[in-house]
T-cell receptor, first 112, second 112 residues
Framework: ETGVTQTPRHLVMGMTNKKSLKCEQH?????MYWYKQSAKKPLELMFV???????ENNSVPSRFSPECPNSSHLFLHLHTLQPEDSALYLC???????????FGSGTRLTVV | KQEVTQIPAALSVPEGENLVLNCSFT??????LQWFRQDPGKGLTSLLL?????REQTSGRLNASLDKSSGRSTLYIAASQPGDSATYLC???????????FGQGTTLQVKP
């Protein structure tokens, strides 16, 4: 275990469903991130939160909605997704933006 | 725009060989460089973190070097083992954008 926990590990959802991904860290880190990893593409940064405030939205479609209620928890709310959104979604945290990152194990999302 | 390239994309070696994975980046304005390991379908495990002021870091059989001026880093794995088989990712922290930018990875197979 890295100290960053993601749930669920696997998720299959229909295009009309609403679901949420959860990320939790107890490392005392102040920054949290969502990344998307698609086959044969580099990891893509989606969102950045520093001290619970969103500081980066990397032109992510509105069908992905992040939420950071406190520095230890990060959610990614999903609705009306497309099959091309199927990917591994990774959460990471760091003490600050200029420090090393710790990643969770990811959620494998399949949209059918 | 910072770009990170990893060569080779895939590598297959017999057990016991020493090997070098390469990472290059286009913009030397970085605050750190991090090497990760990813097993199939899993999250990222941090291997080594090199701050921009450092030249190398070592952990067990792994040694990573950083040459900021030439935009290069290498990950040296000594006496490779089948358990080293995984995808190795290089990521640079851009001091201009504050973002961690990933290469596409090198997939390593170590044959018994």
């Amino acid at each position: 275990e890295t100290g960053v926990t993601q749930t669920p590990r696997h998720l299959v959802m229909g295009m009309t469903n609403k679901k949420s991904l959860k990320c939790e860290q107890h490392l005392g880190h102040n920054a949290m991130y969502w990344y998307k990893q698609s086959a044969k593409k580099p990891l893509e940064l989606m969102f950045v939160y520093n001290f619970k405030e969103q500081t980066e939205n990397n032109s992510v479609p509105s069908r992905f909605s992040p939420e950071c209620p406190n520095s230890s928890h990060l959610f990614l709310h999903l609705h009306t997704l497309q099959p091309e959104d199927s990917a591994l979604y990774l959460c990471a945290s760091s003490p600050g933006q200029n420090y090393g990152y710790t990643f969770g194990s990811g959620t494998r999302l399949t949209v059918v | 725009k910072q770009e990170v390239t990893q060569i080779p994309a895939a590598l297959s070696v017999p057990e016991g060989e020493n090997l070098v994975l390469n990472c290059s980046f286009t913009d030397s304005a970085i605050y750190n460089l991090q090497w990760f390991r990813q097993d199939p379908g899993k999250g990222l495990t941090s291997l080594l973190l090199i701050q921009s002021s450092q030249r190398e870091q070592t952990s067990g059989r792994l040694n990573a070097s950083l040459d900021k001026s030439s935009g290069r880093s290498t990950l040296y794995i000594a006496a490779s083992q089948p358990g080293d088989s995984a995808t190795y990712l290089c990521a640079v922290g851009s001091s201009k954008t504050g973002k961690l930018i990933f290469g596409q990875g090198t997939t390593l197979q170590v044959k018994p």
